[in-house]
């Protein structure tokens, strides 16, 4: 019980520190912010902002998450996972990354299921990992874009850029390698597992290798891949018509090539880890693409993100806090699975 105690107070502390820096690191991003706009003028325009375009971006946000967990609930055959099932995890998911500075709402989609529906673990988390590819996969769309439009990226989006474009590299790779050399890719696990006490090397390359081998099974349905593109061209669709009401919600007109090319490099940008709440992360990134990149103006892309973040993050609050609540949980539940733990 002592033991117990002691690991939960060292958890609890660890979170401590890490929303601890993730606050500090935000108000550096807001006081960077509040540098780079005239806040008179912003809240000038946030004094015009459209009602009824706000509410319907609204309802297109969470309509882009919809059909994200839809393209999930596709992986998961054959297990029969229900499509309310499917879009309450999503949501929930969706709540957990933006509230933590780290990704936990990745593992909490397997973990609820595994919990809610007995899907096991290492079937489920290669589907998670399938998924959050196709959300990376219009970093491909944007770099052979490149040379068709009449802008240069700057360093921070070239690097962000080639860093999702490595990644996708080097998954593709192994992946080709275990299903050419299945051996020697199990090989290279065993390796990077070699230095693990031995107890936990017993448990984890069984899993390392159940999860290789339902990811060689997602990729070898071009069906499926050809499906879920189709779902990702929709949900990136509905991003950049959100961005495009958002904008014109506080009277900017965009035209909606510009605003699907810049709100697609933008979501690129949340592969890397965020503050709680994604404070003064929005606004940064928000005008390094639309100002930096597209030459927007900065008061109208600082009028649209201080509007839409505080409304995004009310609405994913209040669909996650419902939808634990239909599947009979609560919030310390939520965090207990994204820290790996049982409530």
């Known amino acids: 019980m002592l033991l117990t105690k002691a690991s939960r107070l060292r958890r609890l502390n660890t979170l401590v520190v890490r929303i601890a820096v993730g606050l500090v690191v935000a108000l550096i991003f807001v006081w960077a912010f509040t540098r780079l706009v005239n806040l008179h003028s912003v809240f000038q325009r946030l004094e015009h902002l459209n009602i009824a375009l706000a509410l319907l971006c609204g309802a297109v946000f969470l309509g882009a998450y919809v059909v994200r967990a839809l393209r999930w609930r596709r992986f998961l055959a054959p297990y ?8 309450a995890v999503y949501q929930v998911a969706i709540f957990i990354n933006w509230l933590l500075p780290l990704r936990g709402g990745e593992l909490v989609k397997s973990l609820l299921l595994w919990r809610l529906d007995a899907v096991p673990i290492s079937q ?28 240069q990226l700057s360093q921070p989006l070239w690097g962000l850029l080639l860093t ?18 299945r051996q020697t890719a199990l090989a290279m696990l065993a390796w990077f597992t070699a230095k693990l006490p031995a ?14 081998d339902a990811l060689l099974a997602l990729v070898s349905q071009p069906r499926l891949l050809l499906i879920a593109t189709a779902y990702t061209a929709v949900a990136v669709c509905l991003d950049a018509l959100f961005c495009l009401l958002a904008f014109a919600a506080v009277g900017a007109n965009l035209a909606f ?53 505080p409304w995004t993050a009310f609405l994913m609050i209040c669909s996650g806090l419902v939808c634990l ?19």
């Not at 029969?80 to 879009?87: C, G, T």
């Not at 490595?166 to 299903?179: T, W």
């Not at 107890?199 to 290789?212: G, H, K, Q, T």
């Open 325 to 343: 609540g239909a599947m009979g949980l609560n919030l310390r539940v939520a965090f207990s699975l994204a820290r790996g733990t049982k409530d």
């Open 257 to 309: 090539p510009i605003v699907l090319y810049g709100y697609t490099f933008y979501n690129l940008a949340y592969i890397l880890p965020t503050p709680p709440g994604q404070i003064g992360s929005n606004e940064l990134i928000g005008l390094l693409v639309f100002s930096g990149l597209l030459h927007i103006s900065r008061t109208a892309v600082a009028a649209m993100f201080l509007f839409s973040h």
């Open 124 to 151: 489920s988390l290669p589907t998670v990992a399938m998924d959050k590819t196709m959300d990376l996969l219009p970093a491909v769309v944007l770099l052979v874009l490149i040379p068709l439009l009449p802008f």
């Open 164 to 181: 999702i474009l490595l990644l996708l590299a080097v998954g593709a790779l192994f992946l080709g390698l275990a299903a050419w050399r």
């Open 199 to 212: 107890l936990i090397r017993c448990r984890v390359e069984p899993f390392m290798i159940s999860f290789v």
């Open 80 to 87: 029969p996972v229900s499509i309310w099932r499917a879009i």
